[in-house]
Structure formats: C-alpha cells, structure tokens
C-alpha cells in the first residue's frame, strides 16, 4: 500500500513539475502575443482603426484563452464563477430603497455643507476683525 502512496506522490509531483514549465512556455507565449499586439498596433497606425481592434481583439481572446490553460489561469477562472455565484446571492435593493437612500444621503450633504459655511464664515468674520 504504501508503495502505491510513494509511486502516486512521485507521478503527481512530477506532473506538477511538467506542469509547471508548461504553464511557464504558455505564459511566454502570451507574452509573446502581448508584445505583437503592442507592436503590431503601432506599426499598422496608419491603417484603419477597426482592422487594428479587431486584430488586437484576436491577440487578447487568443493570448487569454492560453493564460486559461495555466494552473493561475484555471484558478482566476474558477474564482471568477465563484463570484458569479455569489453576486447571484446578494438581495439588491428595489428601486424605492435606492431612492429613499439616495435622498438621505443629499439632505445629509447639505446639512454638513450649510454647517461648513457657517464655520467658514464666522471664522472669516473672527480673522477680518481681529487683523482689521
């Protein structure tokens, strides 16, 4: 038992180890692709502009869709389903209670607003008297 425990241990690790320059040889390549969308986007500036976002649009679905196939890239994935599940938990509020939140808010505003301009100028009234 505990040789199958060691052979597994020893196929997962090097797995991980190919995995791992793998990951590093699709990370170069999207770099690869980041600097010729850089570059191809200034050396084609006086083509049109729909050519170069459309062809910029490529590189990126391209050089994201390899970022994907790393294990950081398969863990951004999931992370981002994870949010997508929990924004679908959250209770947004309704319309009246945006409202109602809103207006409070405003009057709160201006009350500090009126309650600085008062400080403001009876320290500018103080100041002008005692300097003359």
Known sequence: MNEKVGKAAKLK???????????LVLWVIVLLLVIAGVYGNSYFAAESMLYRVLGLLVLAGVA???????????AFVALCLEAKT?????VWPTRTETT???LIVVVVVMIVAL???????LLS????????
């Open 13 to 23: 690790n090097q797995n991980s180890k190919d995995s791992g320059s793998l990951d």
């Open 64 to 74: 994201g869709w390899l970022a994907a196939l790393t294990a950081k890239g398969k």
């Open 100 to 102: 109602q939140t809103t």
């Open 125 to 132: 009234f103080v100041i002008t008297f005692i300097i003359g």
């Open 86 to 90: 929990e924004i679908r938990k959250v």
């Open 115 to 121: 309650i600085l301009w008062a400080l403001d100028s």
